[in-house]
C-alpha cells in the first residue's frame, strides 16, 4: 500500500527531469523551457515596476522638501517682518479712536432728538381736544 502525492514541478525541476529522462524528454524540456522563461519575465517585470516605484517615491520626496524648504522659508519671512507689523498696528490703532468719538457724539445726538420727539409726542396724546359733537351721555350729574 503506498500514498501516492502528486506535486508540481517547478521549471527547473521538469528541465532537469526532461534532460534526465529521454523518453519524456521533449515534452518536459520544452515546458521547462517555457516555464523558465515566464518566470524570469515576471521576475524581471517585478523588478522593474519596484524601481519605477522607488524612483517615483524618491522624486515625491524630493517635492515634499522642496514644498517644506519653501513654506519654512515664507514662515521666516512673516516672522521677521512682525515687529514691523505690530508697530504698524499700534499706529493704525491710536488714529481709529477719532472715528469712535465721531460715532459716539452721532449716537448721543440721535438719542436727544429721539427724547424730545417722545416728549411731544407725550405731550400731544395727553392733552384731551374737545369733540365737535355732542356728548351722548349727560354730563351734568343728577341732584
Known amino acids: 500500500m503506498s500514498l501516492k502525492t502528486a506535486t508540481r514541478l517547478t ?17 518536459d524540456v520544452t515546458r521547462g523551457v517555457v516555464g523558465l522563461g515566464l518566470h524570469s519575465a515576471a521576475s524581471g517585470a517585478a523588478n522593474v515596476r519596484r524601481r519605477y516605484r522607488e524612483g ?16 519654512l522659508a515664507a514662515a521666516q519671512q512673516v516672522v521677521s517682518g512682525l515687529p514691523a507689523a505690530l508697530q504698524q498696528a499700534r499706529r493704525s490703532q491710536r488714529r481709529s479712536r477719532r472715528p469712535w468719538v465721531i460715532a459716539g457724539i452721532a449716537a448721543a445726538a440721535g438719542l436727544a432728538a429721539g427724547a ?21 351721555v349727560d354730563v351734568q350729574p343728577k341732584p
Open 11 to 27: 521549471p527547473r525541476q521538469r528541465l532537469t527531469r526532461g534532460l534526465t529522462y529521454t523518453a519524456v524528454g521533449p515534452v
Open 116 to 136: 424730545v420727539a417722545f416728549s411731544v409726542v407725550r405731550r400731544r396724546s395727553s392733552r384731551s381736544e374737545p369733540s365737535p359733537r355732542p356728548p351722548s
Open 56 to 71: 517615483r517615491l524618491a522624486r515625491e520626496l524630493a517635492t515634499a522638501q522642496e514644498t517644506i524648504a519653501q513654506e
